[in-house]
């Protein structure tokens, strides 16, 4: 029953913000993690950013300065807040979380569906 909700993706100019929200709900026991990837048409998943349940963060080289993954614990919510965005940064992002659901399981990934992001020049 664990869902990823997804929103904030849509069009925006070159230069411009967009912010990005992801909530984990149904029964959780435990959040490892939570993170943003993304994927353009032709190439491979990448991670863009991902904060683990302490704060740590971790950015891929190619966002660093302009984005900023931060999260609300009380509501299993995490944000990217992406600044000067440029065309390449045109992909469809998923959302993340590595989850401990019970006392008894193991930390496993779930996936949200996707939301596009799309960067015009």
């Known amino acids: 029953q664990v869902q990823l909700a997804e929103s904030g993706g849509g069009l925006v100019q070159a230069g411009g913000s967009l912010t990005l929200s992801c909530a984990a709900s149904g029964r959780i026991f435990s959040i490892k993690s939570m993170g943003w990837y993304r994927q353009a048409p032709g190439k491979q998943r990448e991670l863009v950013a991902a904060i683990t349940s302490g704060g740590s963060t971790n950015y891929a080289d190619s966002v660093k300065g302009r984005f900023t993954i931060s999260r609300d614990n009380a509501k299993n919510t995490v944000y990217l807040k992406m600044n000067s965005l440029k065309s390449e940064d045109t992909a469809v992002y998923y959302c993340?979380?590595?989850?401990?659901?019970?006392?008894?399981?193991?930390?496993?990934?779930?996936w949200g569906q996707g939301t596009q992001v799309t960067v015009s020049s």
């Open positions: 993340n979380a590595d989850l401990q659901l019970t006392l008894w399981s193991s930390t496993r990934g779930y």
